[in-house]
């Protein structure tokens, strides 16, 4: 990881630090903590406090939310800033053999890095790899392997890995009919799938069985209930998340790199807008005919074939939609508040992680200083919207910390 001081601003896709930046803050935000609220008397029974409640929270397993399309994004973006980070390199004499070595090294470091975040809350190092940084860096050197690749290669390669991911998991046996579900973290009413798309049900799978090899081969924590203390074994994960997600989500950040090949393209602006919009909408009604066929459900947790497709559907939508307001219409000024943060990606997201939530360090700072009724205006507002507030509070000063940043020139990178 580096910090580049006074360094001066480069030509940059303005759309991608944009919506980069735009991704960061609402990761950074936690959906201002309304699915919390949404849960609450007397917003319950409201359809619009539902709605918010339902876009600002992951679904159980199959579907999608706007928040489900954080990680796609981050993932997506990837790969279209793999596009002109490597082609400026390149452009300063740098070999082809010392630009691969970078990528290793930046996968390691991004492993690590994410591996260090998920720890913050753990006795000892948690040794786990659903992180978002550990996915990317896991795929990284993979990814790079294609920059500079005909975009024919680099979507075979893609479609290529999609398959045998459906594959992979199509092989895997279905639990027995006395299975008992308990064991691997399922509800007596958890909503099971059925038939051929049982082989994507939650901690059932086959990603969910390497995960209970893998991770047992690193040190773990011991029960504290115990006498003497016991190992914890890893049985599964709460949230359904596997390892393996990595490589699928590989093809979702080949995707970028193709578009980051388009962007940087000599086509017309009105061209490339075209062709993201046409190309979104055929993904996303791909990936939703996969998923309603029954040939392979929409799953973000794991990351199936048919997600991949649908949700890079919505990645390109989402970047012709920022495409078109700031690099074709030049709403550059206005957009200023989202690629401050996009040009520090990196810094936010660690920020937010170390000390981020309304329980972490900045909104216990803020409380200590101003009281707990700062979050709720000192009564002007109703107490069920305290997590509000405070993520509200987080999120501005974490802005202002990029701010500060982007004005100093300072720039974390790896």
Known sequence: MAVVLKNPLPKRLGSLDAYRGFIMLAMASAGFRLAAVARQEPFKDDPAWQALGYHTDHVAWRGCAFWDLIQPSFM?????????????????????????????????VLVFLGVFLTSNSSTQTNWQFTNVLCQIGLGYAFLFLLWNR????QFTVAAAVLLADWGLFYAWPTPPADFDYAQVGLPADW??????????????????????VLLNWFPREKSADADPPQVQRFEFNEGGYTTLNFVPSLATMIFGLIAGGLMRGNSSGAKKLLLLIVWGSVFLAAGWGLDQSGVCPSVKRIWTPSWAIFSTGWTLLMLAAF?????????????????????NSIAIYC???????DRGWLAKSVERHFGAGVFTAYGHLDSAFEPIG???LVVFTLWLICVWLYRQRIFVRI
């Open 76 to 108: 997506f973006m990837v790969g279209v800033a793999m596009a002109y980070s490597y082609a400026a390199r390149q452009a300063r004499g740098q070999s082809y053999g010392w630009m691969l070595a970078h990528a290793i090294y930046r996968s390691a």
């Open 150 to 153: 005909p975009a024919w290669l």
């Open 323 to 343: 495409y078109a307001l700031i690099d074709m219409t030049g709403w550059e000024r206005p957009a200023w508040p989202l690629v401050v943060v996009g040009m």
């Open 390 to 392: 405070r993520m509200v």
């Open 351 to 357: 920020l937010s992680q170390l000390l981020g939530g």
């Open 191 to 212: 909503p099971h799938l059925q038939g051929l798309e049982a082989h994507w049900d939650k901690n059932t799978n086959v990603a969910a069985a390497a995960d209970r």
